[in-house]
């Protein structure tokens, strides 16, 4: 490779950027990986924390092409070895594994390319790596540094703990020149301390990135016809690649079967299927033979297919972790997609049957607690992008992510959820806080059982209060109010009792949100944006789709190898006309242009002179990634002609029966929508003065010191109002 520059200078991040363009055809790092990168080329120990389709791969892959010598690359699985060298070497980057498929007489090849300094990246299993032989080797051979991938493997306390991993620690003492660069996409805490120590890291940089996946829309519904609901959203996304995941392998079966008998190309995989068929089917759901895979969780690790459209879970997952996991491999190419999970308590109960089935019986209350918040993420109408963020640590800031069914309105609330809320509450102060939730959602049920009347419950006044409603809906409403913070679950028998919050609710003080129980909206609307497609010819964009499968089967490679969905996308939204144009399209290197340029500048040429379409339209468009949006939902707009008409926050909550807080959040997308500068008739001369007179306090835009400043004097609100004002003012 030409770029490398002399041994004496340390690459810059420049270099990197270059080889960026020139291999991959992208023109700038995500924002983590210039970190991650930076850190392997000043060779300082790191570990990289990015969710899936974060971009880990380019981290390492980069900077090895801009450094003297051969990264080691360790890798768990056979599978994702060859993808990754497959693409690579699409991308002309010299690059081989090493593992038990090799002959011997390829093994000595592949040596003695190593011994010639042409080899860029050697991928590795650990078992392999760890050998006396191996070793030995390596220390002979120039290796600039090691990228340990699925670093959580190494953690017993990681979902995938895999003992051959820890032999890895040796690293840093057999090699004491090369740094260790560990990557993984699991982000608890104690797992990614673990990581660093188990590695024995010196001085290890910990990079986390943002685990937010703004392109998925996440979508929980209840299960009715789970079949039917399956079907229905493989229907919607026709033509396009998916993942439905069953909790069991009879689930698989039959979710396949019935799939089949739509027309619809669907296989199956779980681990009661012989290698054979296993493999088989997963090629032709790479390879894009078939457009839909069912699968159990055995299915995913190791496929690195960057277009899959939506995920499916047809029954609830035992954990977020496996949760974000699974859902991750949807739209790797940033590209929107859609995750779609049906779920009912029936799932809990059959979890709750396999764990105690399991080895660790003795212990499964780990495991337990997964399990129950993953079901307080189905079962709570909050944002599913905050949730998940905020399961993993992090924090999320927007109001509205326009991208799941809460925010989208899809979930269907009680209506007045506050009187409802008081109901519960009151009924456990009268039960004294000293019952768990089955307990107090009976009595509240009006439960005939003997233990209630024995305790004299069936006497309260509360007892009966949701008789209508039921047991199941009580629980449902009480999980939802812990959930929300209003009432909190503690002590060795999980009793419940009212939290600050939950007492300020009873007084009325309070935004609960609660659903109706049963069956959730149908037809889900698409959501995030689609402005991926804006300008794309879908003609153009399926016949480049047909060429890419064809050549993909003709060597014998995964699709998407070939091109990935967002530049095939990009084929079809600027048609360019001739090869120097194509090689202006993202995701197209150097030596893809070589290898594929014509190929796909023919295909173009074709359909535009039978469609009579216009050519190097411009890109205007940015296709990737989708950005955080602020989405109006349909209430808000409600809400604009009362603001357009100077009403107060107050006046609109009481016209539209809604919450002050709810309303404030409307009055904010009314004044980024409709650019109000004067914000009189919600904050008062004095106070804009005020907080117009102390915009130094505001630190990087947090709000807080200046809050504090006054003594919780002026709201949030206030001060969110004037700066929006401002901003609108100056724009
Ligand atoms: P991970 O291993 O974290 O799941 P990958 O390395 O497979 O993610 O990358 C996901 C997708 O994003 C791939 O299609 C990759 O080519 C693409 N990608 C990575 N970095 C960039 C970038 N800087 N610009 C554009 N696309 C990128
Ligand atoms: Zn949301």
Redesign the pocket.
């Known amino acids: 490779m030409k770029m490398r520059p002399s041994s004496s200078s340390v690459p810059t991040l420049e270099n990197a950027q270059a080889v ?1 363009r020139e291999v ?1 055809g ?1 023109d ?3 924002p983590l ?1 210039a970190d991650s990168i930076e850190s392997v080329l000043q060779q300082k120990d790191s570990l990289t924390v ?1 969710p ?7 981290c390492f892959q980069a900077p090895a092409l801009c450094v003297d010598g051969m990264a080691v690359v360790v890798s768990p699985l056979i599978s994702l070895m060859k993808d990754q060298v497959d693409a690579l070497v699409s991308n002309g980057v010299s690059s081989a594994f090493i593992n038990s498929t090799l002959s011997l007489s390829e093994k000595r090849d592949i040596a003695e390319q190593i011994d010639r300094g042409e080899i860029k990246l050697l991928y590795v299993a650990p078992e392999g790596l760890l050998s006396d032989r191996m070793l030995d080797y390596l220390k002979k051979s120039n290796v600039s540094f090691f990228a340990i991938d699925e670093a959580h493997c190494i953690s017993a306390w990681g979902h995938d703990f895999r003992p051959e991993y820890r032999g890895l620690r040796i690293l840093k003492h057999e090699f004491p020149h090369a740094s260790v660069h560990a990557f993984t ?1 699991t982000a608890s805490g104690p797992v990614r301390d673990d990581i660093v120590s188990q590695l024995g890291l010196a001085d290890a940089k910990v990079m986390v990135g943002d685990f937010d996946r703004p392109n998925l829309t996440y979508r929980m519904i209840r299960a009715n016809k789970r079949l039917q609901q399956v079907a229905d959203i493989v229907e919607k996304h026709r033509g396009e690649s998916g993942i439905v995941y069953c909790i069991s392998r009879k689930e698989v079966e039959r979710t396949a079967l019935a799939l089949e008998q739509m027309n619809c190309t669907a296989l199956a995989y779980h681990a009661g299927m012989s290698d054979r068929d296993r493999k088989a089917n997963q090629d032709a759901f790479i390879k894009e033979k078939c457009d839909v895979i069912v699968a159990t969780v055995a299915f995913g690790m190791g496929i ?1 297919k ?1 277009n899959v459209r939506y995920v499916i879970h047809s029954g609830m997952p035992k954990s977020i972790e496996h949760y974000q996991q699974e859902s991750g491999r949807a739209g ?3 590209l929107e997609s859609e995750c779609v999970l049906i779920y009912s308590g029936g799932d809990v109960v059959t979890w709750k049957r396999i764990m105690e089935g399991g080895d660790n019986a003795h212990d499964n209350s780990g495991a337990l607690r997964s399990l129950e918040a993953m079901n307080a993420l189905c079962t709570s109408p909050v944002c599913r992008h905050k949730a998940i963020v905020e399961y993993f640590g992090q924090t999320y800031t927007s109001d509205n992510c326009g991208a799941c069914d809460v925010c989208l309105e899809e979930v269907e609330l009680v209506e007045d959820p506050i009187t409802l809320s008081q109901k519960i509450l009151s009924g456990v102060i009268r039960t004294q806080e000293r019952f768990g939730i089955a307990h107090n959602a009976k009595v509240l049920a009006g439960s005939n059982e003997k233990r209630i009347r024995d305790l004299g419950h069936d006497q309260l006044s509360t007892f009966g209060l949701l008789a209508d409603e039921g047991v199941a809906a009580a629980r449902l409403w009480i999980d939802q109010l812990i959930q929300q913070g209003y009432l909190l679950q503690t002590g060795e028998y999980q009793t419940i009792s009212l939290s600050e919050s939950g007492r300020r609710l009873i007084r009325r003080d309070g935004n609960p949100k609660l659903t109706v129980p049963g069956v959730s909206k149908s037809s889900p609307r698409r959501s995030v944006s689609v402005d991926s497609w804006d300008g794309v010819d879908r003609g153009l964009f399926a016949a480049l789709r047909e060429l890419r499968s064809r050549l993909a089967s003709e060597r014998n490679v995964p699709a998407y190898i070939i091109f ?1 969905d967002a530049t095939l996308r990009e084929f079809a939204r600027c048609r360019p006309d001739s090869i120097e144009r194509v090689a202006l399209i993202k995701g197209v290197g150097e030596k893809k242009l070589e290898d594929f340029g014509l190929a796909f500048l023919e295909a173009i040429n074709d359909y535009c002179t039978t469609a009579n379409l216009q050519r190097n339209v411009s890109t205007v468009v940015k296709v ?1 990634p989708v950005q955080k949006r602020e989405v109006i939902r349909p209430n808000a707009f409600a809400s604009f002609e009362h603001f357009r008409a100077g009403a107060s926050i107050e006046e609109v909550a009481e016209k539209m029966g809604r919450a002050k807080s709810t309303v404030t959040g409307y009055l904010q997308s009314f004044l980024q929508n409709e650019k109000i500068t004067d914000s009189s008739a919600w904050v008062d001369e004095q106070t804009k003065t005020k907080i117009l007179s102390h915009l130094h306090l505001l630190e990087e835009g947090k709000m807080k010191p200046m809050y504090e400043f006054f003594n919780g004097e002026i709201s949030y609100e206030s001060i969110r109002i004037v700066l929006t004002c401002k901003r609108n003012a100056e724009s």
């Open positions: 960026l991959w992208y700038a790092f995500r990986q990015l899936t389709g974060g971009g880990k791969s380019i996409a690195d960057s790797r190419d940033s990935g990737e």
